[in-house]
């Protein structure tokens, strides 16, 4: 019996060790203008998602800055052309946050950051987009986020 619950709590640890790798995230942005990945999706036991952007090109944030904002796919308009009025100084990024569920700062060649955020918000039936609000950027610096 004894054995039994041991090999049982080595499966529990074991199944919690790969549904944590699951919940961490990693995408590119380059000096061409683009992630490496147009869906990024995690599983629906995940509480927490641990992303790490990293700009692999050479160029400066102010010439080729890359961020990653995750929003609702209807509030990425509105998202993009708040990120524009706030500007460089705040990385594009929306001084109000309440359509913005993620956010990295912006990023130039070499730099890197890692953000984590809670899932508890997030739907599985609800659709969302990450884009890079440098201006000029989302057209092709998009794509899909889902919870599975
Ligand atoms: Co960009």
Known sequence: ???ILT?????????????KANCNLEIEGND???FNTKELSVPASCTEVKLTLKHVGKLPKTAMGHNWILVKEKDLQTVSSQGLTAGPTHDYIPQDKSLVIASTKLLGGGEQDTITFSTKALSP???????????GHFALMKGSFSIK
């Open 1 to 3: 019996m004894r054995s």
């Open 7 to 19: 090999s049982l709590c080595g499966l529990l640890l074991l199944a919690a060790n790969i549904s």
């Open 32 to 34: 061409a203008m683009q």
């Open 125 to 135: 039936s609800e659709k969302y987009l990450f884009f890079c609000s440098f201006p």
